[in-house]
């Protein structure tokens, strides 16, 4: 049962435009979400959270939307840079379904292209 | 801040031999720490958390007795696998957890990773 899902395997872009990244859930119990970053053999970066309270998390170039109704989030990047090239998971929590676990989607392989 | 750190980084070990992998949190006092595995272009696999000072809780289909967990303080937890097989081979990832560091969700912060070898 995957809860947390990344229809995207990947995504290419031109440097200097918005990367968009988009994520699904399933469970309504998850009030807490975030974006990590990352790169091969290394582990994952923390990138971006957000609260189920709020519907927009802004920081420098990277902006997380929440839309409760739907079960979606979004991760925009802008602008692109080629150093941004990673593979980025969504991950999910809720303290009424797991405690402090994250779920993790299947995760996006982004390229920005010079 | 909110660094952890792995070691070995990679290793490479004989069939039937046991490793053992070190997790710790440099600057940062962590209340849990998680184990991750991850297959080659798939999602990070929960295969274990663990408190400071108590037992391992171990998600369904993971051994507990081929994959020891000890979390004896809170800047060290260690993943042994005991008996390793060629099929264990695989990235295993470490995170660390602490409500005290600065935005107090349930972020997490990975290490580096542990490329392990069994041939």
């Known amino acids: 049962d995957q809860q947390v899902k990344q229809n995207s395997p990947s995504l290419s872009v031109q440097e200097g435009r918005i990367s968009i990244l988009n994520c699904d859930y399933t469970?309504?119990?998850?009030?807490?979400f975030l974006w990590y970053k990352k790169y091969p053999a290394e582990g994952p970066t923390f990138l971006i959270s957000?609260?189920?309270?709020?519907d927009k998390n802004e920081d420098g170039r990277f902006t997380v939307f929440l839309n409760k109704s739907a079960k979606h989030l979004s991760l925009h990047i802008v602008p692109s840079q080629p150093g941004d090239s990673a593979v980025y998971f969504c991950?999910?929590?809720?303290?009424?379904?797991?405690?402090?676990?994250?779920?993790f989607g299947e995760g996006t392989q982004l390229t920005v292209n010079p | 801040g909110a660094v952890v750190s792995q070691h070995p980084s990679r290793v490479i070990c004989k069939s039937g031999t046991s490793v053992k992998i070190e997790c710790r949190s440099l600057?940062?006092?962590?209340?849990?720490m998680f184990w991750y595995r991850q297959f080659p272009k798939q999602s990070l696999m929960l295969m274990a958390t663990?408190?400071?000072?108590?037992?391992?809780?171990?998600e369904q289909g993971v051994e507990k007795d081929k994959f020891l967990i000890n979390h004896a303080s809170l800047t060290l937890s260690t993943l042994t696998v005991t008996s390793a097989h060629p099929e264990d081979s695989s990235f295993y990832i470490c995170?660390?957890?602490?409500?005290?560091?600065?935005?107090?969700?349930?972020?997490?912060?990975f290490g580096p990773g542990t490329r392990l070898t069994v041939t």
């Open positions: 991950a999910a929590s809720g303290v009424e379904t797991s405690g402090s676990r994250l779920t």
């Open positions: 957000i609260s189920s309270i709020k």
């Open positions: 663990s408190n400071e000072g108590s037992k391992a809780t171990y």
């Open positions: 600057d940062f006092q962590a209340t849990t």
């Open positions: 469970n309504s119990m998850f009030d807490y």
């Open positions: 995170s660390a957890r602490s409500p005290w560091l600065a935005g107090g969700g349930d972020e997490q912060y």
